[in-house]
């Protein structure tokens, strides 16, 4: 294991226990949240989001999918088993997705369906105000070393100028955000017609290659 990574494992190992504590009662509070129902944004309150302290990678979606979907955990539908081969490729334990990696998203309730009747509503910046603290909070307590954010809205929290350029100007690339690398993936829901075009299914690989080096160099 390099230096850099012995650093890295020294520093999380730091107050890990108050920091778990701190994140259980976090996570208490997001349950326990109905900010969106009352303010009349969406229909009903069902919180999605899995993970511990220990956690050394973030994924970070726009929000969850409808609740029988996502019942009990995050991306156990078709989404997540389209990320975890992505994960596969880069060289993560498929078996150990619900215990390495830290599941949220920008908001943590189902925002409905799209107007369209395909694919789910996109959350409106209202919704993301209001689970702003959330997410702040999860990533002040889980201190990832690595965010991958999924799609350009999500890229956006961690990314200012993601919010005015396109998914292929962002995703096969590195970013920072606090000590924290960021590398944008798309969206892995079906409804999304990026990964059609050849050009930008190479910057996934590239991307994936990223992910693939840095988990080898942090030994994540």
Same mark, same amino acid.
């Given at each position: 294991m390099c230096a850099e #990574?012995?650093?890295?494992g020294a520093?999380?190992?730091a107050g890990l226990v108050e920091r778990r504590e701190r994140l259980l009662n976090h996570q208490?509070?997001?349950r326990r949240c109905d900010r969106c129902v009352?303010?009349?944004l969406i229909v009903e309150a069902w919180p999605v989001f899995h993970g511990d302290v220990s956690a050394r990678v973030m994924i970070v979606?726009?929000?969850p999918a409808l609740r029988r979907s996502e019942h009990p955990l995050p991306y156990s539908g078709a989404s997540g088993r389209v990320l975890r081969g992505w994960l596969a490729? #880069?060289?993560f334990d498929p078996d150990g997705f619900y215990r390495d990696f830290y599941l949220t998203s920008l908001t943590k309730c189902f925002p409905g369906a799209g107007r369209s009747g395909k694919g789910d509503r996109p959350p409106g910046a209202a919704e993301i105000a209001n689970c702003r603290d959330h997410l702040l909070g999860e990533l002040a307590l889980v201190q990832p070393e690595v965010i991958l954010p999924l799609g350009k809205l999500a890229a956006g929290f961690f990314i200012p100028e993601a919010r005015r350029r396109p998914l292929d100007d962002l995703v096969g690339r590195r970013f920072e955000y606090g000590p924290a690398l960021v590398l944008p993936l798309p969206h892995p829901s079906g409804v999304s017609r990026w990964l059609n075009l050849p050009a930008n299914r190479a910057?996934?690989?590239q991307a994936l290659d990223q992910l693939n080096a840095l988990r080898r160099e942090w030994d994540l």
């Open positions: #990574a012995t650093q890295h520093a999380r190992l208490s509070a997001i009352v303010a009349g979606g726009q929000a490729r #880069a060289g910057l996934l690989d």
